[in-house]
């Protein structure tokens, strides 16, 4: 079998004009739906992928009635494109701040829920930086919380919004909410019909949904004093348990107000089951400068002031 030739000579803007075609359509799932976002014909997405798969000497995906996918190769070279995109778009944003125009790209990273946090310090800066450089792109990714801080720290994403849990030492941190979250049972469970003054109980008795994503030390102990015979990987898939009435479980108040306005759930036990979670901002510590990011940070900086004096 003849061996597969290495990528050789430099990279032309043609390879990275192929790249971006690749991710797109690993971003979008396949060819034909990508069509929309790269905004030429399927037939042409094939070509360039053709084109890139010849280029590199390497099969990245497949694609059949099983649908598509990825071969291991395509991942190791979609990861690798990212960066490559990711150090082009640093370039550029470098160049930006030549000009007095704002323009440029924000990667956002966000964990699952804030939407409904009644501040909306996130949003209320976006709408900032959107109305300072109306030429802005915005892109949000909603990731759990230790991969957003990997994208921030190898370049994928510029910023990031997680609770500050187990984060590296070589990203900074800001302070931007503290979440609280209590105990909750939906209107299906035993617990709901309780009165308040009822006392706890041994809350081991009871079935009850705990995390696998990162808890600071309050979360912890918290849940351990529950049976946890559920998991879940974010909030959301939490309250999706708690609301089947078979299981306890924490909830941030702000999740949980909505159902707990039309009587589904119901906070246990408030003044002692609770605990609450810091949020911060991070961004690297080495970063380069980026006045997009920069504009970014001081509209996010300007909403802790407001807030703070009213």
């Given at each position: 079998?003849?061996?597969?030739?290495?990528?050789?000579?430099?990279?032309?803007?043609?390879?990275?004009?192929?790249?971006?075609?690749?991710?797109?359509?690993?971003?979008?799932?396949?060819?034909?739906?990508?069509?929309?976002?790269?905004?030429?014909?399927?037939?042409?997405?094939?070509?360039?992928?053709?084109?890139l798969e010849r280029r590199l000497g390497l099969r990245l995906c497949r694609r059949g009635r099983?649908?598509?996918?990825?071969?291991?190769?395509?991942?190791?070279?979609?990861?690798?494109?990212?960066?490559?995109?990711?150090?082009?778009?640093?370039?550029?944003?470098?160049?930006?701040?030549?000009?007095?125009?704002?323009?440029?790209?924000?990667?956002?990273?966000?964990?699952?829920?804030?939407?409904?946090?009644?501040?909306?310090?996130?949003?209320?800066?976006?709408?900032?930086?959107?109305?300072?450089?109306?030429?802005?792109?915005?892109?949000?990714?909603?990731?759990?919380?230790?991969?957003?801080?990997?994208?921030?720290?190898?370049?994928?994403?510029?910023?990031?919004?997680?609770?500050?849990?187990?984060?590296?030492?070589?990203?900074e941190r800001r302070p931007l909410y503290e979440e609280l979250s209590r105990l909750y049972c939906?209107?299906?469970?035993?617990?709901?019909?309780?009165?308040?003054?009822?006392?706890?109980?041994?809350?081991?008795?009871?079935?009850?949904?705990?995390?696998?994503?990162?808890?600071?030390?309050?979360?912890?102990?918290?849940?351990?004093?529950?049976?946890?015979?559920?998991?879940?990987?974010?909030?959301?898939?939490?309250?999706?348990l708690i609301l089947t009435g078979a299981y306890l479980g924490f909830l941030p108040d702000h999740?949980?107000?909505?159902?707990?306005?039309?009587?589904?759930?119901?906070?246990?036990?408030?003044?002692?089951?609770?605990?609450?979670?810091?949020?911060?901002?991070?961004?690297?510590?080495?970063?380069?400068?980026?006045?997009?990011?920069?504009?970014?940070?001081?509209?996010?900086?300007?909403?802790?002031?407001?807030?703070?004096?009213?």
């Amino acid at each position: 079998m003849a061996r597969r030739q290495a990528l050789t000579g430099p990279v032309t803007d043609f390879d990275i004009r192929l790249l971006r075609v690749f991710k797109a359509v690993a971003e979008c799932g396949g060819f034909s739906a990508a069509e929309s976002e790269l905004g030429i014909s399927r037939s042409a997405i094939s070509l360039h992928m053709g084109d890139l798969e010849r280029r590199l000497g390497l099969r990245l995906c497949r694609r059949g009635r099983g649908g598509f996918a990825l071969t291991e190769e395509g991942r190791e070279v979609l990861e690798a494109a990212e960066t490559l995109l990711a150090g082009l778009e640093a370039f550029r944003n470098e160049v930006n701040a030549l000009h007095e125009t704002l323009r440029g790209e924000l990667d956002i990273g966000i964990t699952d829920t804030l939407v409904s946090l009644p501040e909306m310090r996130i949003t209320h800066a976006l709408a900032a930086l959107k109305a300072r450089g109306p030429e802005v792109r915005l892109k949000m990714h909603m990731d759990p919380p230790g991969e957003i801080a990997r994208a921030v720290l190898d370049g994928r994403l510029q910023l990031g919004v997680v609770p500050d849990v187990d984060l590296p030492a070589s990203l900074e941190r800001r302070p931007l909410y503290e979440e609280l979250s209590r105990l909750y049972c939906s209107a299906e469970h035993p617990l709901f019909a309780a009165e308040p003054t009822t006392p706890r109980g041994d809350l081991a008795a009871w079935d009850a949904v705990v995390p696998t994503y990162p808890l600071p030390t309050p979360g912890r102990d918290q849940h351990a004093r529950l049976r946890g015979t559920a998991t879940a990987s974010d909030r959301e898939g939490a309250a999706f348990l708690i609301l089947t009435g078979a299981y306890l479980g924490f909830l941030p108040d702000h999740q949980a107000a909505p159902w707990v306005d039309a009587g589904r759930l119901r906070a246990l036990w408030p003044g002692d089951c609770h605990f609450l979670t810091p949020f911060v901002v991070i961004v690297r510590r080495d970063r380069r400068p980026n006045r997009v990011l920069e504009a970014f940070l001081e509209a996010l900086e300007s909403q802790k002031t407001a807030i703070s004096r009213g």
